[in-house]
């Protein structure tokens, strides 16, 4: 479970739990997981990064495949851990890990072979690719063929889906002006596909997006794919008040 | 040049709310990189052509020493001369004595970022003889005294308008009094300006985009023809290049020329490439007399066999500009040195030191735009970490940062705790953000809700809390 995802959003936990769950895969959530180390990786702090994924490590020992709902933190299992080792044996226990970690889409559709899902969403979305889940880990078709299967659901492409939101982990706070001209760019994007919802499969980049759109006061509402795909996409959206719909 | 790159927050700033500016870049964003992806989806082994690239660009790392000397053989047998320049100093230094043998009081170049680099105008200025850029792009800025922004579209901040009222005030004089709107027109008339320059030139100095070793001929590709006539009319052709611009063969070059105009500007070619090999012969028609190569270190050769030698495979195409959301943001200037983009976040601090040009490897999301069209495949933003690395192993990171990471990584190492004070940091923003679902302001988040709000978490607790309650 990804940090952000358990302090802020707990619903796409659950919803990727039941996307699993009705995939046929049996869940579990090991206790004692933190987060696996970006923010020190991406800060320069390799001991500190090497200490947290070896820590990762323990933790994930002995299941078939650790899913994440996120390209990111899927990404940074799957393609970064093993250059953090040195040391042949934790290096090898690093690969295999790697060989096991997936993001969630993906797992889904390349991995179960998922080719459709039993949910409903009455509005016109719009899909935002998160960097590292595209370019990382070639997520692209997976969740819009998945979102394809959503009763009543219609997709409007914005123009430019690849391009980053200007999240950036520590980026957005560290460089906030420039973080604020690319979301900016985003927001304009999104606005001018039409849609009413805008979904993504990272909570770093929806909180971004989220956030730059109800400051300038926009009605687009902003969830992760897979609560609309697990059928949870009638509850409040991020940076929304409870009882709101 | 003079950097002002540890000023590169201020420089965004600037660059944010200029309107000239952003109307530059908002051309920029979308024609170079349109232009390139239908040119990569016009040739089905662009793929394959760049793994060949990258190749040819690592051997002739591995082996740099070899074909450098074959090199200056070669250049030698041809009557030409190579000259080592281990610094920017020397650089200009034996550039400058060559300038003076002639007696030269102009000299023409072509385009050369390493003439950039080693501020080779300031210098031939103080021995008082005239730069003059025969490059369109290069002629502009000259006249506004700017560096460029762009490294192959020097001038590509600017609008056409600032380029008319520019000529306008530097061609009255010459008799050009009418204020020119057409794109064309304004061409024309530089063209006018300049040709004269260039017949009365006595020396000729271009950049190199390859140096092949097999021939000794330093290879030039332009779209305006003008380093033809910086190559060819003067007495003298000094041809400008680091070390990492050699390569072994001319087939080599094909491969590189073939994924270079592509991934630049969406050309199958450029419109001219032009190969120099040693100077004029008996029975030429044309050509220098003398012909001399200045090879630039500059400290290059120290990231050979390091972590960071994939940034010299670099052949300096600008497509990882061009494709990066955060240059399509703040344009070219703001990076305070020669080389902006995600190249140069890799490049200025090796070549002016990581203290000065710290900002520019920190100042990027990683999204890995500019990796996945780099032509050679040069990994940036691994590069960009590594630079973040020795930033930390050497204590340069900002202290603000280092304090945070020291929390955080204190309470990631310990579970138990982390999730007791996650628990409640739930629990207070869920509480406190309830009726509105957000936050306008946050303590410490100041970063954040200048321009964005903060979700709030719904009521409920942690994901880990709920699913503790859910399977027990
Ligand atoms: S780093 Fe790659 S994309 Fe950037 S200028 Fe060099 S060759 Fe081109």
């Known amino acids: ?245 | 040049m003079q950097s002002t790159a540890r000023d590169f927050k201020d420089n965004a700033h600037a660059a944010l709310v200029d309107p000239n500016l952003q109307d530059s870049l908002a051309k920029l964003k979308v024609g170079f990189s349109e232009r390139r992806r239908q040119a990569a989806e016009r040739l089905p082994e662009f793929e394959a052509l760049r793994d060949r690239a990258r190749d040819i660009k690592n051997h002739a790392l591995a082996n740099l020493d070899f074909y450098l000397e074959e090199f200056e053989r070669k250049v030698t047998a041809l009557g030409g001369h190579v000259h080592w320049a281990p610094s920017a100093e020397d650089a200009r230094r034996i550039i400058g004595e060559l300038c003076r043998s002639m007696g030269a009081r102009t000299v023409a170049k072509s385009k050369s970022m390493v003439a950039e680099e080693i501020a080779l105008n300031e210098h031939l200025e103080a021995l008082g003889i005239a730069p003059i850029e025969t490059d369109l792009g290069e002629y502009i800025i000259q006249l506004r005294h700017e560096p460029p922004s762009h490294i192959i579209a020097p001038a590509v901040h600017l609008t056409k308008d600032q380029v008319a009222d520019t000529f306008l005030e530097h061609h009255r004089k010459l008799g050009f009094t009418r204020r020119l709107t057409e794109r064309n027109d304004l061409v024309a008339e530089a063209r006018y300006v300049l040709r004269q320059k260039f017949l009365d030139a006595d020396v000729g100095l271009t950049g190199a985009n390859f140096l092949v070793a097999e021939t000794g001929s330093s290879m030039l590709v332009t779209n305006e023809g003008n380093a033809d006539l910086s190559n060819t009319l003067p007495r003298m052709h000094i041809v400008l290049a680091s070390i990492e611009k050699v390569i072994p063969t001319l087939e080599d070059a094909a491969v590189l020329l073939r994924v270079l105009a592509r991934s630049a500007t969406g050309q199958e070619s450029s419109a001219y490439t032009t190969l120099n090999t040693g100077p004029r012969r008996p029975g030429d028609l044309d050509g220098p007399e003398h012909y001399h190569v200045v090879i630039l270190d500059n400290g290059r050769s120290a990231v050979l066999g390091t972590e960071m030698q994939d940034m010299l495979r670099c052949i300096r195409c600008g497509a990882c500009m061009n494709h990066c959301p955060v240059y399509g943001a703040i344009g070219g200037h703001a990076y305070g040195w020669v080389y902006p983009g995600p190249i140069g976040a890799v490049l200025t601090p090796q070549l002016i030191g990581v203290e000065e040009a710290g900002n520019l490897p920190n100042a990027s999301t990683f999204c890995g735009r500019c990796e996945s069209v780099c032509p050679v495949r040069i990994p940036l933003p691994s590069l960009m970490r590594h630079w973040r690395e020795r930033e930390f192993e050497r204590h340069l990171t900002p202290r603000a940062v280092r304090q945070g990471l020291a929390l955080w990584s204190f309470l990631a190492r310990r579970p138990r705790l982390y999730r007791r004070l996650t628990g409640l940091a739930n629990r207070m923003l869920a509480l406190f953000g309830r009726a509105q679902g957000r936050y306008r302001t946050l303590p410490l988040a100041g970063g954040w809700t200048r321009f964005r709000d903060f979700p709030a978490p719904p009521p409920g607790g942690t994901f880990h809390a709920q699913w503790r309650g859910r399977r027990s």
Do not use: W
């Open chain 1, 1 to 245: 479970m990804t940090c952000l995802v358990d302090l802020f959003r707990p619903a796409i936990g659950f919803a990727a739990v039941k996307l699993l769950e009705e995939a046929g895969c049996t869940v579990e959530v090991p206790p004692l997981q933190v987060c696996c180390g970006q923010p020190a990786y991406n800060s320069g702090d390799r001991a500190t990064t090497r200490a947290i994924a070896a820590q990762v490590i323990d933790a994930f020992e002995g299941y078939d495949a650790v899913v994440a709902p996120s390209g990111s933190c899927g990404g940074m299992l799957s393609h970064h851990y093993p250059g953090l080792f040195d040391d042949p044996v934790q290096k090898a226990r690093a690969e295999n890990l790697a060989s096991r970690s997936y993001e969630l889409m993906s797992f889904l559709v390349d991995v179960l072979g998922v080719t459709k899902v039993a949910a409903q969403y009455d509005g016109r979305v719009t899909y935002h690719d998160s960097c590292s889940g595209l370019r990382e880990l070639g997520v692209k078709q997976q969740p819009r063929r998945l979102l394809a299967s959503v009763g009543g659901l219609k997709l409007s492409e914005m123009e430019s889906p690849e391009v980053c939101c200007g999240f950036g982990g520590t980026f957005c706070v560290k460089y906030p002006e420039i973080s604020n001209a690319m979301v900016g760019e985003k927001s304009a994007d999104i606005a001018a596909t039409g849609a009413d919802t805008l979904l993504a499969g990272d909570l770093g980049c929806l909180m971004n997006m989220a956030g730059k759109l109800q400051r300038e006061g926009s009605a687009v509402r902003v969830r992760h794919v897979a609560e609309v795909l697990a059928g949870m996409g009638d509850q409040a959206a991020i940076g929304e008040p409870e009882g709101k719909r």
